[in-house]
């Protein structure tokens, strides 16, 4: 019997960069939560408070806004192969309560976005990032042996404290809902 070997082409992939930070978290909450005070916006959340536009200019913001400029040219550069100087368009602020969540969305008119996690009690929701197909409608779940990059649907990410996610701008993600009785604080982006 003769074996054929089986050539592989990887076509469509994609990545989610993990950065762990050393920011001052306490000033940053503190900060956050008197922005709650101001009127926020209804983009992708359902429940929760998401601001408005921060002032980059903002001194507080700074050094966090320097380091994700840096990260994020180098992930844009280096793994999405796009030859352009990155810098931050807009940044926000979510704060989730009990079964606050967002939807599935992506953010136009940018290249890479991304999420700093501030505050994180257990069960307060996973980032999850999905693609357009729906393995589900064509294979049962129970005929999957171990999901991995090719027959997957989803990826779900347990964010850690301190911790800067960055993906390209039109990959569709969104947040589970809180479950804890506690608030989860995070400080969303966009660069182009």
């Not at 983009?43 to 380091?67: A, E, M, R, T, Y």
């Not at 850690?160 to 969303?188: C, D, M, Q």
Request: proline share 4%; hydrophobic share 40%; net charge positive.
């Amino acid at each position: 019997m003769i074996e054929e070997k089986i050539k592989v082409i990887e076509t469509f992939k994609s990545c989610v960069a993990e950065i762990k930070l050393n920011e001052n978290l306490e000033e940053l909450i503190s900060f956050f939560k008197k922005l709650k005070i101001k009127e926020g916006r209804k983009l992708s959340n359902v429940g929760g408070f998401q601001s408005k536009d921060i002032n980059l200019n903002d001194p507080l913001l700074k050094p966090l806004i320097k380091k994700i400029e840096n990260y994020s040219n180098i992930f844009c550069n280096q793994f999405l192969n796009i030859n352009k100087k990155l810098n931050l368009t807009n940044i926000w602020a979510n704060i989730n309560n009990f079964k606050d969540f967002n939807l599935p969305h992506n953010h136009g008119f940018s290249i890479l976005s991304g999420v700093f996690y501030i505050k994180i009690p257990k069960n307060s929701g996973n980032l999850i990032f999905k693609t357009d197909h729906q393995l589900e409608n064509f294979v049962p779940r129970s005929l999957i042996i171990n999901y991995n990059n090719y027959n997957s649907s989803t990826w779900e990410f347990c964010p850690k404290i301190n911790t800067l996610y960055l993906f390209p701008s039109w990959y569709i993600h969104y947040v589970g809902p809180n479950l804890s009785n506690k608030e989860r604080i995070t400080t969303a982006f966009n660069l182009a």
